[in-house]
Structure formats: structure tokens, C-alpha cells
């Protein structure tokens, strides 16, 4: 399976702390992104890193990349009770336009 | 700008009765996505298109799953006979092709009894 796979499946911090979820994948490839998903309802797109891209920024989000590991880390800094949500990481690997969605980490923010 | 609309929201059924969902991607997006959900997993693609044809449906069940978008903008994903193992939440999501950021619904939550 391609599945990308998401690092911790759950994860409570404290309002005010940094959250890391990682994403390891197993082959090469085109992009890599990050959904949010609150209770009961539809997915919405976060951040989107590419291949050739070691690390991006979007507000209080920051997605890196580790070769090594075949991984890539979401960073939300200074965390917010609104914040929330399940995260998923979704893949497209080169050669296949389907994108594959991990299972998720479900992050819970105590305020 | 209207985001992707699904209809119903819920439904809940019998088993071997039959169900069908609605989408209404957003304006202009040429891509549009089913896909289930089960519960505390990610989505899983069921079928893709690109405008009115069907370019990846290697995962739906084709003996009782069918779908369809007409004129390449609304789709509707029907299950006939619906199982028990078919409760999920059936998503519809849109892009502007198939490369970049995808678009949800709010999704429908199917409960088979």
C-alpha cells in the first residue's frame, strides 16, 4: 500500500503549545498535503508542500520535510482551543493523479 | 463563493433498499471527487472525473455502487441494494484538476440498518 501514515493517531496539548504530526510515506513523491476535518463535517485543505520543497509556511503553520525518513512534519504553533480537529496527510505519488489519505490524528487542545 | 454542496445531509435506511446522494461541485472545477469515509479512517476514493467522464473508478463497487455526472457539473452516487457495511459518510469534493488542493462537502452520513 502507498497509504501515507500519520504520527501520532492522537495527540492533547495544552492551549499555547506547539503540535507536531508527522506524515511518513513509502515512495517518491509529487506532493504532499494537510486536511482538517472538525466533528462531523467535510474536510478543508491547510497546506500544500511539493516534492522539491524542504519547507513551508502558512500562518501559524509550518510543514517541513525529512528525506531520510520519508516524512514530513505539520508544526501548529502557539495552539487554540478552535484548533481542534482531526488532521490528515494526503499523498500524490508520481505517475498516479489519486490522492491517498493517511487515517488521521485526531489533535485535542485543553484550554 | 458557494462551496460544495451534497444533499441529504443524513439518511438513514434498510438494508437491501436503495439511496442515492447529490453534489454540486464548485463553479468551474472540471475534477470531482466521491469518496468514503468510515468511521476514524481517511477518505477513500470511490470515483473521480474529470468533466462529464469517469477517469478513475477502480475502487467502487460496481455491482451495486453507480454514479454519474451529467453535463459535467452535478454528480449523484447511488448504492442499490445498500448493505450494512456501506454506513459511512460519502464526501464529494471538487478542484480545479486533479494535481492540487481539493474542495469538500459537507458530506452525507449513511447509517444501514
Known amino acids: 500500500s502507498q497509504q501515507g501514515e500519520e504520527d501520532p493517531q492522537a495527540l492533547s496539548i495544552q492551549e499555547g503549545e506547539n503540535a507536531t504530526m508527522n506524515c511518513s510515506y513509502k515512495?517518491?513523491?509529487?506532493?504532499l498535503q494537510w486536511y482538517r476535518q472538525n466533528s462531523g463535517r467535510g474536510l478543508v485543505h491547510l497546506i500544500l508542500?511539493?516534492?522539491?520543497?524542504r519547507e513551508k509556511h502558512s500562518g501559524r503553520l509550518r510543514v517541513t520535510l525529512d528525506t531520510s525518513k520519508k516524512s514530513r512534519s505539520l508544526l501548529i504553533t502557539a495552539s487554540r482551543a478552535a484548533d481542534t480537529a482531526s488532521y490528515f496527510c494526503?499523498?500524490?505519488?508520481?505517475?498516479?493523479?489519486?490522492?491517498?489519505f493517511g487515517t488521521g490524528t485526531r489533535l485535542t487542545i485543553i484550554p | 463563493e458557494a462551496g460544495v454542496v451534497q444533499s441529504p445531509r443524513y439518511k438513514i435506511i434498510e438494508k437491501k433498499q436503495p439511496v442515492a446522494f447529490w453534489c454540486n461541485p464548485i463553479?468551474?472545477?472540471?475534477?470531482l471527487y466521491w469518496y468514503r469515509q468510515n468511521l476514524g479512517q481517511g477518505p477513500e476514493l470511490l470515483i473521480r472525473?474529470?468533466?462529464?467522464?469517469?477517469?478513475?473508478d477502480s475502487q467502487l463497487p460496481k455491482d451495486r455502487f453507480s454514479a454519474e455526472r451529467l453535463k459535467g457539473v452535478d454528480s449523484t452516487l447511488k448504492i442499490q441494494p445498500a448493505e450494512l457495511g456501506d454506513s459511512a459518510v460519502y464526501l464529494c469534493?471538487?478542484?480545479?484538476?486533479?494535481?492540487?488542493?481539493?474542495?469538500f462537502g459537507p458530506g452525507t452520513r449513511l447509517t444501514v440498518t
Open positions: 494526503a499523498t500524490r505519488y508520481f505517475g498516479n493523479e489519486k490522492l491517498t
Open positions: 515512495t517518491s513523491i509529487n506532493n
Open positions: 508542500i511539493r516534492s522539491n520543497e
Open positions: 463553479s468551474g472545477h472540471n475534477t
Open positions: 472525473y474529470e468533466n462529464e467522464e469517469a477517469v478513475d
Open positions: 469534493a471538487s478542484s480545479l484538476d486533479a494535481v492540487w488542493e481539493q474542495y
